[in-house]
């Protein structure tokens, strides 16, 4: 059963740079039938594709996001990362990761989710 | 961008009803269409991808359709934990996007 974990902080002030690490267990980060990304939801909002990375180091970020976002891969480590910078109140948000097929696209194993709140 | 459209954003129905979500894309997908249940408090779960496959340990309660445009999700008869949020969600192109949810509450 593969279980994803995301860790970071759960502060962060504005105009600073968000973190985030999720851990792969239960699979191997390195299989060719998946990428690894990561959504985000405010709350009591809806859900916000942010971007892809495959084991390669291949990404694909959501373009509302993309001058603030970088995503990194550790296969040694089986953990995938995010780095949102330049952050706002409006970047407060629970931050799933989550594994997506490269057949039909879907996200079939996320994360617990982790709640990152933007404030000084 | 590709947006999705679900209705209604919320229902009220009865343990036992059949119930269904529509979900709209702004141009033609396919068949590139997954559903994700979200309860409270917790990360969404698959339940259908590309329009009407089931994904494995879901209900066969839950069914989809739809393909191009126009998509539904159908709960044929409510159970008491059935009574949560739903999401659509395109994996035709980037940037893949979510519907902005259905919550189905008990009426």
């Known amino acids: 059963q593969v279980q994803l974990q995301e860790s970071g902080p759960g502060l962060v002030k504005p105009s600073e740079t968000l973190s985030l690490t999720c851990t792969v267990s239960?699979?191997?980060?390195?299989?060719?039938?998946?990428?690894w990304g990561w959504i985000r939801q405010p709350p009591g909002k809806g859900l916000e594709w942010i971007g892809n990375i495959y084991y390669t180091g291949i990404t694909y970020y959501n373009p509302s996001l993309e001058s603030r976002v970088t995503m990194s891969v550790d296969t040694s480590k089986s953990q995938f990362s995010l780095s949102l910078s330049s952050v706002t109140a409006a970047d407060t948000a629970v931050y799933y990761c989550?594994?997506?097929?490269?057949?039909?696209?879907?996200?079939?194993?996320w994360g617990q989710g982790a709640l990152v709140t933007v404030s000084s | 961008d590709i947006q999705m459209t679900q209705s209604p954003s919320s229902l009220s129905a009865s343990v036992g009803d059949r119930v269904t979500i529509t979900c709209r894309a702004s141009?033609?997908?396919?068949?590139?269409l997954n559903w994700y249940q979200q309860k409270p408090g917790k990360a969404p779960t698959l339940l259908i991808y590309g329009a009407s496959s089931l994904q494995s340990g879901v209900p066969s309660r839950f069914s989809g359709s739809g393909s191009g445009t126009d998509f539904t999700l159908t709960i044929s008869s409510l159970q008491p934990e059935d009574f949560v949020s739903y999401y659509c969600?395109?994996?035709?192109?980037?940037?893949?996007?979510f519907g902005q949810g259905t919550q189905v509450e008990i009426k």
């Open positions: 239960g699979g191997s980060i390195s299989s060719s039938g998946y990428y």
């Open positions: 141009q033609s997908i396919s068949r590139y």
């Open positions: 969600q395109q994996s035709y192109s980037s940037p893949w996007a």
């Open positions: 989550a594994r997506r097929s490269t057949s039909w696209f879907y996200f079939d194993y």
